[in-house]
Each structure stands twice: as structure tokens, then as C-alpha cells.
């Protein structure tokens, strides 16, 4: 069992930043593979972005590319989402998903496929 902490939303004007961290246990941000998925307020939740580290390929839904960006620190065990130019569509709960397997590429934005979840943090993109 991967323990999974999401930390570092708040509320932010459009077109600000915000950084997003999320700590999980285990080998899964050295090795395994990391995502992040948000859900709005009645709608599906949303792949936004995810790397299998051991292969180095990262993979972002059409919606946040060239706006977000995926990182870690693998000392701390931690993976970051960059969040820049944010607009008020980018209001919700933002998760962070883990696995201990190294995921294909095709298979990165399959939430079925993330064993563990953290508990969300809500974003709030509002002037």
C-alpha cells in the first residue's frame, strides 16, 4: 500500500500560477509511475498528467499542456505539478494518483490503472 498526500492548493486569481505537491511512500516516485487527475463539481474526473519515471515518458491531456508541468524530487519522494496561466475552468479537486508499476504509455491517463489515491486538494482559479 502506497500512502498518498497532496498538498498545496488554494485559491488563486486567473492567470496566476500554483504548485501542487504530492508525497507518496514506497518506490513508486523512483520507479513506479505517478499522475494527476482533477474533478470539477458534476463533472468526470479529468487526467491532467502523468510520467512513468523509469522510462522518462510524461504525457498531458490536451487541456493543460504547455500550461502544466509534472517534476519530482525523488530524494524527498515527492512529485510537483506547475500550474501557470490558470483560468477559472481550472477550479477543483485535484488528485494524486500512484502505482507501483511502470504504466505504458497508452495506459498513463486510465484512472482504473492507479491503485493509490491521495485525498484531493481543491484549487480555486477566482478573482
Do not use: H
Not at 482533477?38 to 479529468?46: L, N, T, Y
Not at 517534476?71 to 477543483?92: F, G, I, V, W
Not at 488528485?95 to 498513463?108: D, M, N, Q
Request: charged fraction near 15%; charge should be positive; glycine fraction near 12%.
Amino acid at each position: 500500500q502506497v500512502q498518498v498526500v497532496e498538498s498545496g492548493g488554494g485559491l488563486v486569481q486567473p492567470g496566476g500560477s500554483l504548485k501542487l505537491s504530492c508525497t507518496a511512500s514506497g518506490s513508486a516516485v523512483s520507479s513506479g509511475t505517478m499522475a494527476w487527475f482533477r474533478q470539477a463539481p458534476g463533472k468526470e474526473r479529468e487526467f491532467l498528467a502523468g510520467r512513468r519515471w523509469s522510462f522518462g515518458s510524461t504525457r498531458y491531456a490536451d487541456s493543460v499542456r504547455g500550461r502544466f508541468t509534472i517534476s519530482r524530487d525523488s530524494a524527498k519522494s515527492t512529485m510537483y505539478l506547475q500550474m501557470n496561466s490558470l483560468l477559472p475552468e481550472d477550479t477543483a479537486v485535484y488528485y494524486c494518483a500512484a502505482s507501483l508499476r511502470g504504466l505504458i504509455f497508452s495506459a498513463l491517463g486510465e484512472a482504473r490503472q492507479y491503485e493509490n489515491w491521495g485525498q484531493g486538494t481543491q484549487v480555486t482559479v477566482s478573482s
